[in-house]
């Protein structure tokens, strides 16, 4: 039998590049459950009904496991968040502060000085104009300074570099193999536990152990209908050890031809099916194939 892990390493490289070119931690965690879902119908198809039901559970919860990748995520900082880190470094500066508290200063001492000397000097006007003029330069290149700083900081805010979120496919990968090798070793166990099991001789088995002691007593005695009504007791107990019998129905979906051996019937008017002994099926696996008559009109229509 071969395991599923095996099944993997032969597509391991195809799927990591799949993975490498795939930007969307949805599509990545998509594309891994599909080739799950892909993995499971190949590897189902040489395992018992036993390992079948353990293998799907395993591989279900396998794929739940897969889809919590989808929950990271990267986070968007809000503008306002953005204007509670920027701002204080841009008003909250003490030796811009006090530069212009000084250059105030300055300018108020010379004015006061210029109107001073205007009591005395006429030609001290001039002078304290020019010195208005300057101010008022200075304000107009403070103010269009303040106004170029403002419309930068969102910019600079723009122009940081956007984190990306990936996804390391060969730890993904190794990981999943892991996972696949330990379903491996369950179905193995299972396995063994199953041939011991087909393995016990009749008399671990006491229900069968106990019709066949009736049915040889009903025979001892000459008592064709107490065997009869033995026999109507053998689908109780096969059901007992998972075994059902199926009798063939030409329009049965259940009643495969291929559980079932047939044979042409000698009577060239017969029309009917009829089953010689039933098939045995454990689960979906056929233990003993049945025998059929059928009629001779099939036989020569193929």
């Known amino acids: 039998m071969k395991k599923i892990s095996t099944f993997f390493s032969e597509e391991r490289n195809q799927l990591q590049t799949d993975i490498e070119n795939t930007s969307s931690i949805e599509q990545i965690v998509k594309l891994i459950q599909k080739r799950l879902d892909n993995l499971e119908r190949i590897y189902i198809s040489e395992l018992n009904l036993t390992q079948v039901r353990l293998a799907s559970f395993l591989l ?17 900082i809000a503008p306002t968040q953005q204007k509670q880190i920027t701002n204080p470094v841009t008003n909250l500066n003490p030796h811009r502060v006090i530069l212009k508290l000084l250059k105030i200063l300055l300018y108020i001492g010379i004015l006061a000085w210029l109107f001073y000397l205007t009591k005395t000097t006429p030609g001290a006007w001039m ?49 999943l193999a892991d996972a696949l090798h330990t379903i491996d070793l369950a179905i193995a166990r299972f396995d063994v536990g199953s041939k011991q099991e087909e393995e016990l001789g009749i008399e671990e088995l006491p229900e069968l152990l106990g019709f066949l002691q009736k049915l040889m007593g009903a025979s001892f005695l000459n008592k064709p209908q107490m065997a009869i009504a033995l026999a109507q007791l053998l689908p109780q107990i096969l059901m007992e050890q998972g075994i059902r019998a199926q009798i063939y129905r030409i329009n049965d979906a259940q009643s495969d031809r291929n559980y079932f051996d047939f044979e042409p019937s000698i009577d060239p008017d017969s029309k009917d099916y009829v089953t010689l002994a039933p098939a045995l099926l454990k689960g979906d696996r056929l233990l003993r194939r049945g025998r059929v008559i059928e009629p001779a009109y099939f036989q020569a229509k193929e």
Request: aromatic share 0%; net charge negative.
């Open 127 to 175: 002078g304290m104009l020019l010195a208005s003029v300057l101010l008022g330069l200075e304000v107009v290149v403070q103010l269009d300074k303040n106004n170029q700083d403002d419309h930068s900081t969102p910019q600079q805010l723009l122009n940081l570099p956007q984190a990306v979120l990936r996804v390391d496919s060969k730890v993904l990968l190794d990981n």
């Open 60 to 76: 279900d919860t396998l794929r739940q496991s897969i889809g919590t990748l989808a929950a990271a995520n990267l986070a968007q």
